[in-house]
């Protein structure tokens, strides 16, 4: 299994500022991805976090807006561009094991006035 | 594209009783499929995994199967208790990524 941390757990942001989330895994994963749930919808996948390269992102989600880097097997940041009250959802970060499960954070609740 | 399609309403049942969900999938072979378990305000739980090439899995009072003829999975809570109340994701993994369905919010009345 795997344990994910996420900071923050919950934000207030002001419209056209810029947050960046953090997720910890305690274990070295083969895969981390970034995903969005806003008020009672499914999850949302954003792109997957490339340790070392450029995220790949899913259609709908561009780099500029939801930057993301993963510098190592560990950890990985994603950053909420120039936000709008639209961007007010949980954002999740989640670790594919070598067993193929996949494990989630707490979640970082961001909601932009 | 891929769908998943889980029941959107609610299932309200009786505690003792067994309760059955359903994840219907389309345009798609996934290589296994994923049962979640969420809370309110928390991120979502695993629960089970079941691969293409099994037929059903079990843990606990949990159960899972997944027909690939169907294109469809089921998931029991066997003597389902009010703590089980929560919303039941499913996701497919096909691949490098795992799509998700709505979930299905689940009540279990004492």
């Known amino acids: 299994s795997a344990v994910i941390s996420q900071k923050p757990s919950r934000d207030i942001c002001q419209r056209g500022t810029s947050l960046t989330i953090q997720c910890q895994v305690d274990?070295?994963?083969?895969?981390m991805f970034w995903y969005r749930q806003q008020p009672g919808q499914s999850l949302t996948l954003i792109a997957t976090a490339n340790q070392g390269s450029e995220a790949t992102y899913e259609s709908g989600f561009v780099i500029d807006k939801f930057p993301i880097s993963r510098p190592n097997l560990t950890f990985s940041t994603l950053t909420v561009s120039n936000m709008s009250p639209e961007d007010s959802s949980i954002y999740l970060c989640s670790a594919r094991t070598g067993g193929n499960t996949i494990y989630f954070g707490e979640g970082s609740w961001l909601t932009v006035v | 594209s891929q769908k998943i399609e889980q029941n959107s309403e609610a299932l309200n049942i009786q505690e003792g009783k067994t309760a059955t969900l359903t994840c219907n999938y389309t345009?798609?072979?996934?290589?296994?499929l994923q049962w979640y378990r969420q809370d309110p305000g928390r991120g979502p739980v695993f629960l089970l995994l079941i691969r293409e090439n099994e037929k059903e899995k079990r843990k606990e009072r949990l159960k899972v199967t997944f027909d690939t003829t169907l294109k469809q999975s089921l998931f029991h809570i066997t003597a389902s208790q009010p703590a089980d109340s929560a919303t039941y994701l499913c996701?497919?993994?096909?691949?490098?990524?795992?799509?998700f369905g709505a979930g299905t919010r689940l009540f279990v009345k004492a």
């Open positions: 274990s070295q994963v083969t895969m």
């Open positions: 345009n798609y072979s996934p290589a296994y």
């Open positions: 996701g497919y993994t096909g691949g490098f990524k795992t799509i």
